[in-house]
T-cell receptor, first 112, second 117 residues
Framework: ELKVEQNPLFLSMQEGKNYTIYCNYS?????LYWYRQDPGKSLESLFV?????AVKQEGRLMASLDTKARLSTLHITAAVHDLSATYFC????????????FGAGTILRVKS | GAVVSQHPSRVICKSGTSVKIECRSL??????MFWYRQFPKQSLMLMAT?????????EQGVEKDKFLINHASLTLSTLTVTSAHPEDSSFYIC?????????????FGPGTRLTVL
């Protein structure tokens, strides 16, 4: 059974702190996506990771992909309140074509 | 970047009625569109994949007669929830992808919140 597991599912952190969200998946995938969702809103694309060792950074967020370990990380540096949202990873398994399989999501709350 | 719109953004209907949700790609041709539903505080679950000019492919457990999908053009797909019931209340999100791009990125619409009374 295909599984995409995120942890933690809920993260409360203080402004200025660093933390990492993990995304493990159980099948071969050549693409991994990170999305942000604000309450009541749709998904905003953050990163697309296409190859082993890929690392992308945007502002205080940095994502990486290790296809051999089937692991992606989303690292938050010096968190600010505006980063509060739900973060989803999603994989595109080779046998699924264009279909995305989402993790459960990580609810991030950054306290001022 | 690519823009996907959905209409309506919110709809409230009575039990037993049908509701149509539109998903449009505004600045690109979408050969494939996807329909997801999301319950509160849960992840997105793929309902069906829609390819222009052909029948939709439904995921296991999704009733094709209840959730009618039509992808009549390269810029429009519709989802009709027939004989809606309160348990159909959810957030419905579509996404669209254009073949030929390296990443085949899915671009998500803003979502439609359906409430069935």
């Amino acid at each position: 059974e295909l599984k995409v597991e995120q942890n933690p599912l809920f993260l409360s952190m203080q402004e200025g702190k660093n933390y990492t969200i993990y995304c493990n998946y159980s099948t071969t995938s050549d693409r991994l996506y990170w999305y942000r969702q604000d309450p009541g809103k749709s998904l905003e694309s953050l990163f697309v990771l296409l190859s082993n060792g890929a690392v992308k950074q945007e502002g205080r967020l940095m994502a990486s992909l290790d296809t051999k370990a089937r692991l992606s990380t989303l690292h938050i540096t010096a968190a600010v309140h505006d980063l509060s949202a739900t973060y989803f990873c999603a994989v595109a398994p080779m046998e699924y074509g264009n279909k995305l399989v989402f993790g459960a999501g990580t609810i991030l709350r950054v306290k001022s | 970047g690519a823009v996907v719109s959905q209409h309506p953004s919110r709809v409230i209907c009575k039990s037993g009625t049908s509701v149509k949700i539109e998903c449009r790609s505004l600045d690109f041709q979408a050969t494939t569109m996807f329909w997801y539903r999301q319950f509160p505080k849960q992840s997105l679950m793929l309902m069906a994949t829609s390819n222009e000019g052909s029948k939709a492919t439904y995921e296991q457990g999704v009733e094709k007669d209840k959730f009618l999908i039509n992808h009549a053009s390269l810029t429009l797909s519709t989802l009709t929830v027939t004989s809606a019931h309160p348990e159909d209340s959810s957030f419905y999100i579509c996404s669209a992808t254009s073949s030929g791009t390296i990443t085949d990125t899915q671009y998500f619409g803003p979502g439609t919140r359906l409430t069935v009374l």
